[in-house]
Each structure stands twice: as structure tokens, then as C-alpha cells.
């Protein structure tokens, strides 16, 4: 059997293996699946060299960071899911409410081993951090939901995808295998945990003191199998066109799976083998590759070398100096947060794209890109706006909060781009005209889709 490999796996502490305990134990965070899942093949190789079980925990909490009942439907969903495929493979599955790192202390008196995935997020590091400190037996992260490990694209916060793409190109034929799956050998569907019942997302979710003030979206239901299926049916009518047709905000020439792919319910890499291995033409696999493989690990590089990702500060200087030095310039309209958060502005194509995020929980990458630029436009100050735009792309995006979101925001602002030519407001940040998307695209019927929803 391949072997998972070595970079993925770091130790978190020094503990030994408490090879007298019960299980080992896999705290599932981030990689919320349990198929090609890295983190899971490798607490299961070790139970199995253990001679133990394994336990998959998660924590389930009312106030996670941003998210709203959008984003705990569509997780829950997955997690049902998950649930319900771990039995198949004789592995318990143990849902707690809870803080992350209460949940898992409670648990790791039986674990020889604890095996966690890994996330980017200052949060999530400080939570692994955590359970690494306080647990008595080894900990161990493993990095499922990238291609390749981000330390072993870089050790420094790259300046744009030209500087990263060879960078990471050079690992691909080591990390671009598909996993296989095997074990555990002992079952530990026996074993007595307390925890809420798994099998029903709307049950939880009732139940759940979360904020509500962003409903679910009938457009995308979570889970594994969901995703596949949206992959099989992208790669099968859709990948040959992505090259010539996925700008075009019309005609939908897009995967869908970046929902999928925050919470792990889909790995990077199932996708990009799936890609790599299709009957198309190779220009449109490289695209696609670019976007999830360079543009993705970008984000992720992005979040995990700079612990600003998520404020003005952690904008390039060159950017900001510039729109600050415009900030008093004349905007052509100014409005306020309820305006833009109602879609109610004089730009049609805007107010379309808004209506498109607030009802689907998605965007098409186009229009995400107008949005983010005329939000500065027509914002007092670049620094509110870049409050408003991270705010906006957290609390309606499905894949929001994630490191793509940090990443595009502060795109918007010009990171990972260039200087170009200086104007109003936006100093000499790059800027996007209503007219190019009328030149380039059929955006009246962009605007009739999202009517129609
Ligand atoms: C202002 C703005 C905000 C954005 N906010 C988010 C966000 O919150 N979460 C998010 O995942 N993406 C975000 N993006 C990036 C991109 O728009 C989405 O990833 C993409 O539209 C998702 O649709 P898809 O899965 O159909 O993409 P596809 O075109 O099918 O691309 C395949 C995959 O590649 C990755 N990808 C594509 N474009 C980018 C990109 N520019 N940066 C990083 N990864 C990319 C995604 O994982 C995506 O699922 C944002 C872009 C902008 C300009």
C-alpha cells in the first residue's frame, strides 16, 4: 500500500505513545470526511500497528468563529454523512459539543495516540496548540487538506502565484497520488462514549444556540457524496470548457466544490488526481490545476506564514500606502452597509451579484472579483471597506471564512497582484469597469439568472 507521505505528519509534543490506553484517537476538525482523508489512513495504520481501535471525535461548537445556520447546516449534513460511512468501517464516531480542546481532554485518557488534521486559521492552530500542551500522550497533526504540506512549498509568505507556482509544481508527482484505504483492523463500535446522535443533521441543528440570522440555502447540501457527484458531472461537461468559458459569469463553467473543500468534505486531492486523469485536453486540466492547486495553496501559504491574513496590516505595504494617500478622494457614490448588504445599489450587475451570495451562499469568481473592487469604490475609506468586504464574504459565503477568503479579500486590496496605472481611489491598486464585463460577457443573462432565483 502507498504510504502517506512522511511531510504530512508533524508531532505536536514530546509525549510518548501510551501504548496501555484504549484507543487511538482521531480528533477530526478540518478534514470532515472519511474517504481520502489523509489524517484518518494515518490513525488507522497506527491502531492497527498498535493493535487498537480507533475513535474519531468531533467538537461541536455554538460559537465558532463567523459561522452562522448557513454554515452549520451544510457541515452538519456532511457530518451525518461521515458519521454513518465510519460505522461501515467499524470506527466510532463520537459528537460532543463543546470547545475543541475540552472535548478532546475528555476523551484522551483512552487515547495511546491522538492524531489531529491541519488547519491554517489562527483559531484552529491555537486550539491544536492546545490540546498538543495539555494532552499525556503523543499528538500527532497531518495535513489532508492541501496538496502539498504548505512548509514544504515555502517558509516564507509568498509574493504572488508566479513566485509559488514553481515552487509547488516541482512537488506534484510526489503528492499527487490518490490515498488508499485499509483498516482499521478492530472494530470500536462497542466501546461505551457518551455523545449526541449522529444521524440527524436537522435534529442538530435545532438543537444547536448558534446565530441564526443568515438562513440555510436550498442550492447546495452538504457531504461527501454530494461533492463527488458534482465532481464526476464538472470533469464529465464541464472541465473541456473551462479554459474559454469560466469567466463568463453567464454560463456557470465552474466546479461548485470550494463549499466542499472548506470543510473537508472533499479532498484536493481526490479532485485534482480526477482532473489530472481526464479524457480532456491538457490546456484545460492546467487551468484547472492552477486554480486548485497554485491559487488555493497560495491562500493557504498566505494564511499560514502571515498572521495578519485577516487585518489592514496584513495588506502589502506598497497597497496600502496607496489607497490611504486616495482616500479622500471623490467617490462616485457612497453607501453604507445596509445598502450594499440589501443589494441595493445603482449598479445592476452588482446588486445581481449580491442577490446571487445572499440566496446561494455562492458567487461565480468573476463577479466576486467586481464585488470586491466596487465595494472600495464606493466605500468612505479603503479600511471600512476592507472591514465590509470581509464581513459581507464570511457571513453569506458558504466557503467563506476560509483561507481563500482572507486571500481574495485582500487581493480586492492588491495583494499577491502588482502596481498599475494610478487613478482615483484607488491610488495604484488594480480596478474593474461595469464595461469590461459588458465587452467580454453576455452579463444581462448573468443578471436575468440571478433575478430568476
Ligand atoms: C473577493 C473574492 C472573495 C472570494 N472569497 C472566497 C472564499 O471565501 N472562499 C473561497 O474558497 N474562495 C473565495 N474566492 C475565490 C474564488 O472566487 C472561489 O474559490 C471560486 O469562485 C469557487 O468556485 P468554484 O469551486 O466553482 O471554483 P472553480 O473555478 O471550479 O475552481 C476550482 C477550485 O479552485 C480554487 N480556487 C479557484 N479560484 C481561486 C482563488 N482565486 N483563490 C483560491 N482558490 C481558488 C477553489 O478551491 C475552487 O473550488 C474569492 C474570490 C474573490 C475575488
Same mark, same amino acid.
Given at each position: 500500500m502507498p504510504m502517506i507521505e512522511p511531510q504530512r505528519i508533524q508531532a505536536?509534543?514530546?509525549?510518548?505513545?501510551?501504548?496501555?490506553?484504549?484507543?487511538?484517537?482521531?480528533?477530526?476538525q478540518a478534514s470532515q470526511r472519511a474517504g481520502s482523508n489523509h489524517a484518518l489512513e494515518h490513525a488507522c495504520r497506527q491502531a492497527d500497528e498498535l493493535k487498537l481501535p480507533v475513535v474519531v471525535c468531533f467538537a461541536l461548537t455554538d460559537d465558532y468563529p463567523d459561522a452562522n445556520e448557513r454554515h452549520y447546516a451544510f457541515m452538519l449534513e456532511g457530518l451525518t454523512e461521515t458519521a454513518a460511512q465510519l460505522e461501515q468501517r467499524g470506527v466510532r464516531f463520537v459528537l460532543r459539543r463543546g470547545r475543541p480542546p475540552e472535548v478532546v481532554a475528555d476523551l484522551a485518557e483512552k487515547a495511546a495516540l491522538i492524531i489531529c488534521d491541519a488547519a491554517y486559521l489562527r483559531h484552529q492552530r491555537q486550539w491544536r496548540r492546545q490540546v498538543a500542551r495539555t494532552a499525556d500522550c503523543r499528538v500527532e497533526r497531518v495535513e489532508a487538506d492541501v496538496v502539498v504540506p504548505v512548509a514544504v512549498v515555502s517558509d516564507k509568505t509568498e509574493y504572488?502565484?508566479?513566485?509559488?507556482?514553481?515552487?509547488?509544481?516541482?512537488?506534484?508527482?510526489?503528492?499527487?497520488?490518490?490515498?488508499e +484505504?485499509?483498516?482499521?483492523?478492530?472494530?470500536?463500535?462497542?466501546?461505551?462514549?457518551?455523545?449526541?446522535?449522529? *444521524?440527524?443533521?436537522?435534529?442538530?441543528? $435545532?438543537?444547536? *444556540?448558534?446565530?441564526?440570522?443568515?438562513?440555510?440555502?436550498?442550492?447546495?447540501?452538504?457531504?461527501?457524496?454530494?461533492?463527488? +457527484?458534482?465532481?464526476?458531472?464538472?470533469?464529465?461537461?464541464?472541465?473541456?470548457?473551462?479554459?474559454?468559458?469560466?469567466? *463568463?459569469?453567464?454560463?456557470?463553467?465552474?466546479?461548485?466544490?470550494?463549499?466542499?473543500?472548506?470543510?473537508?468534505?472533499? $479532498?484536493?486531492v481526490e479532485i485534482a488526481c480526477a482532473v489530472r486523469d481526464a479524457d480532456v485536453p491538457e490546456p484545460a486540466k492546467e487551468a484547472y490545476l492552477e486554480e486548485l492547486l497554485i491559487r488555493r495553496e497560495l491562500a493557504v501559504n498566505f494564511a499560514f506564514h502571515n498572521p495578519q491574513y485577516d487585518r489592514w496590516r496584513g495588506l502589502p505595504s506598497w497597497a496600502r500606502a496607496t489607497l490611504e494617500a486616495h482616500k479622500s478622494d471623490a467617490r462616485p457614490a457612497v453607501y453604507t452597509f445596509a445598502q450594499l448588504e440589501a443589494g441595493d445599489t445603482h449598479d445592476a450587475y452588482w446588486n445581481a451579484a449580491m442577490r446571487e451570495m445572499v440566496v446561494t451562499g455562492a458567487m461565480h469568481n468573476t463577479m466576486r472579483m467586481y464585488w470586491g473592487k466596487k465595494i472600495i469604490e464606493w466605500t468612505r475609506s479603503p479600511r471600512t471597506a476592507f472591514r465590509w468586504m470581509r464581513t459581507l464574504n464570511n457571513r453569506y459565503f458558504l466557503d467563506g471564512r476560509d483561507p481563500s477568503s482572507y486571500a481574495n479579500v485582500g487581493w480586492c486590496f492588491g495583494l499577491h497582484d502588482r502596481p498599475w496605472a494610478e487613478r482615483d481611489v484607488?491610488?495604484?491598486?488594480?480596478?474593474?469597469?461595469?464595461?469590461?464585463?459588458?465587452?467580454?460577457?453576455?452579463?444581462?443573462?448573468?443578471?436575468?439568472?440571478?433575478?430568476?432565483?
Open positions: 505536536l509534543n514530546d509525549a510518548p505513545v501510551a501504548r496501555d490506553r484504549r484507543c487511538v484517537l482521531y480528533w477530526m504572488a502565484a508566479r513566485t509559488i507556482r514553481p515552487r509547488h509544481r516541482r512537488h506534484w508527482e510526489r503528492f499527487l497520488t490518490p490515498l +484505504q485499509a483498516g482499521p483492523r478492530r472494530d470500536s463500535l462497542a466501546m461505551r462514549l457518551d455523545g449526541l446522535p449522529p *444521524d440527524d443533521s436537522a435534529a442538530l441543528l $435545532a438543537r444547536l *444556540d448558534i446565530d441564526r440570522s443568515v438562513q440555510r440555502t436550498d442550492h447546495y447540501h452538504g457531504g461527501t457524496r454530494r461533492a463527488r +457527484q458534482r465532481l464526476k458531472a464538472f470533469v464529465r461537461d464541464a472541465l473541456g470548457r473551462y479554459v474559454d468559458e469560466r469567466s *463568463d459569469p453567464s454560463l456557470g463553467v465552474a466546479s461548485r466544490l470550494s463549499a466542499y473543500l472548506h470543510f473537508g468534505q472533499i $479532498a484536493p484607488f491610488g495604484t491598486v488594480r480596478y474593474m469597469s461595469a464595461g469590461g464585463l459588458e465587452r467580454k460577457y453576455d452579463i444581462d443573462s448573468y443578471v436575468r439568472q440571478c433575478a430568476a432565483l
